[in-house]
């Protein structure tokens, strides 16, 4: 896992969907921003599953697709860390009436489901998409074969 363009990956797709969520809603279209939280997800696990193919010209095995997943999810675990301490620094009356034991309930509730949809998610695309991909590239050598 290119653990850079990963990153570099779900980042810039976050920071697009927040744009684009923004002007939705300027335009009086309002989208939850929890009904499409995986798809930055989803877009970075594609983009690995499609270099993965590529670099190895091999299908992961299931032991690379778990360790992909699971990394993806301690990245986006780390990355929801850092947007939650922001939030609380820019907004801390968001969190008035919480006690401290609340609180920590709270978040590492949150940062225990976001672990595991993460991890389950971007192993199931990781791998799918490595196989696509594969598949793509020997219709591809057999068309230019044919010719």
């Known amino acids: 896992m290119n653990f850079k363009r990963y990153i570099l990956v779900l980042v810039a797709t ?56 699971l990394q993806a999810g301690m990245v986006v675990m780390v990355l929801q860390c850092l947007a ?14 919480l006690t401290l034991a609340q609180f920590a309930v709270y978040v590492l509730a949150a ?16 791998r799918n998409i490595a196989k696509s991909t594969l598949k793509a590239q020997a219709k591809r050598a057999a068309r230019q074969a044919k010719t």
């Open 14 to 69: 976050m920071l697009g969907l927040g744009v684009l969520l923004t002007g939705l809603s300027m335009a009086g279209i309002y989208i939850e921003a929890r009904s499409i939280a995986l798809i930055p997800v989803i877009i970075a696990a594609f983009v690995e599953g499609q270099c993965y193919a590529q670099k190895h010209e091999r299908l992961p095995t299931k032991g690379d697709a778990w360790r992909f997943g």
């Open 84 to 97: 939650g301490a922001a939030f609380y620094w820019l907004v801390p009356e968001s969190f008035t009436g």
């Open 111 to 126: 940062l225990g489901a976001i672990f595991v949809l993460t991890a389950v998610a971007s192993r199931f695309i990781f």
